[in-house]
């Protein structure tokens, strides 16, 4: 059996995170929304990116869309090997840093 203090105590601090709780997945939903809307509007009057087209993405600058690249750690090379694309990371498109991915401004 669980003394009556601690039960009080127990019972109050579930009251508490409870409360804390749906308090922050309410606000995370409202926000959510209000970000969703004012994207939405912000997407209607904003002109395309000359950059990338509206798309969002274009082929990588540093490996040129091959994934790849050629790299050696010494300044006279021996042996160049070839590493995956520290820029677009293997995936050949890189997202633009014009308009931040997003196809407009």
Do not use: H
């Not at 970000?35 to 950059?51: I, M, N, T, Y």
């Amino acid at each position: 059996m669980i003394p009556k203090p601690i039960r009080v105590m127990g019972k109050t601090a579930a009251v508490i995170f409870g409360g804390l709780l749906t308090l922050n997945v309410v606000s995370s939903m409202a926000l959510g929304g209000l970000r969703f809307v004012v994207e939405g509007k912000r997407k209607k009057a904003a002109s395309a990116c000359g950059v990338c087209r509206g798309k969002g993405f274009y082929i990588c600058k540093l490996c040129g869309g091959n994934a790849s690249i050629k790299w050696s750690p010494l300044y006279d090379p021996v042996c160049i090997n070839p590493c995956v694309c520290p820029t677009c990371d293997g995936n050949r498109v890189q997202r633009c840093l014009n308009c931040l991915g997003r196809g407009y401004y």
